[in-house]
């Protein structure tokens, strides 16, 4: 390893922790909740899913 390449290795070490969060909240790094939403986001986005009775016809179909 030259030096490029120890200071590359520590500044994403350094890094990693934040790294790691930034996938957690980013949707196309499909992890955490928004992977397990099954789609809800679109269909909020789209009118289809806009209060309690159509997000319980969306849970339930």
């Known amino acids: 390893m030259n030096v490029k390449h120890i ?28 992977a397990f939403s099954n789609g809800m986001e679109t269909y909020v986005q789209r009118g289809i899913v806009t209060d309690k009775n159509t997000l319980s016809e969306f849970l339930d179909g």
């Not at 290795?9 to 955490?32: E, H, V």
Request: glycine residues 8%; without cysteine; proline residues 4%.
């Open 7 to 34: 200071l590359m290795y520590t500044i994403i070490m350094d890094n990693i922790g934040f790294l790691t969060l930034m996938q957690a909240f980013d949707s196309l790094f499909p992890i955490g909740a928004y």
